[in-house]
């Protein structure tokens, strides 16, 4: 007997860090998993090859979701290697941090484009493509509610995605499909200790009760709820992962 084909589910920018870990996680997890990369097709194949080893099913896939086409691709090359889509994950996105009057034009475009034109694409398409009773979680931030200076456009970014979830969650309406958003604090990652000083890291690290950074393992279980039989019932919500930061 042929076994059933395993719900199969893209994580966009799946190379490193966060994207990495709900990779790994969601094949453990039994999806069949495309680890979206932009540049890093060496990290991607990395992680492939740890889902594979340890019995998942994986395949990397490079592609920039700020490009349509390449969106479009990308959506085909996992159906063409599981047969299906089930889940998006949308954690691809790039974080600057300036005030705003030292943000420039170029910081503001490259900003918009990965986390709201991206998570756009790649919404539209699942729209189209997503099996009944799949499941969407996009990537926001805690930081928001803080109103740190420094983050403005980054987090006019993620007020997007935001209004994005919450929106296509009533646009699927009758297929059984959620849509949320998971709003990391700060998180321990390469993209997170870029160009911060050891103090801001300690900082930021003790404005949580916890008093220490979020693990990259405690975003992916976040997401694993989401996208697991238990999560079925969250739809149009942000989930606010931050060890009670705000």
Not at 31 to 49: D, H, I, L, P
Not at 151 to 166: I, L
Not at 232 to 239: A, D, K
């Amino acid at each position: 007997m042929s076994q059933p084909t395993p719900r199969a589910a893209i994580v966009t920018g799946s190379s490193r860090g966060i994207g990495q870990a709900v990779a790994v996680r969601l094949a453990a997890d039994g999806f069949a998993v495309t680890v979206n990369y932009a540049g890093n097709r060496a990290a991607a194949e990395e992680v492939v090859a740890h889902i594979t080893a340890a019995g998942g099913r994986a395949v990397a896939v490079g592609a920039d979701v700020a490009k349509a086409d390449d969106v479009v691709r990308l959506f085909d090359e996992t159906e063409r290697a599981f047969g299906r889509i089930d889940a998006l994950v949308n954690n691809a996105g790039v974080m600057i941090t300036k005030p705003v009057a030292e943000t420039d034009d170029a910081a503001f475009d490259r900003t918009f484009a990965t986390n709201v034109r991206g998570v756009f694409l790649t919404l539209r398409e699942a729209a189209k493509r997503l099996q009944s009773g799949g499941r969407i979680v996009n990537f926001s931030t805690s930081s928001t509610p803080l109103r740190l200076p420094g983050y403005a456009t980054y987090c006019a970014s993620k007020a997007a995605v935001e209004a994005y979830t919450a929106i296509l969650a009533k646009e699927l309406r009758g297929r059984a499909i959620t849509v949320n958003a998971v709003a990391p604090g700060p998180v321990g990652t390469e993209l997170f200790f870029e160009g911060k000083t050891p103090e801001q890291i300690d900082r930021l690290a003790k404005l949580n009760p916890f008093e220490r950074l979020g693990e990259p393992d405690d975003i992916a279980r976040v997401v694993s709820f989401l996208l697991g039989p238990d999560g079925g019932w969250v739809n149009g919500q942000v989930v606010r992962a931050n060890g009670g930061m705000v």
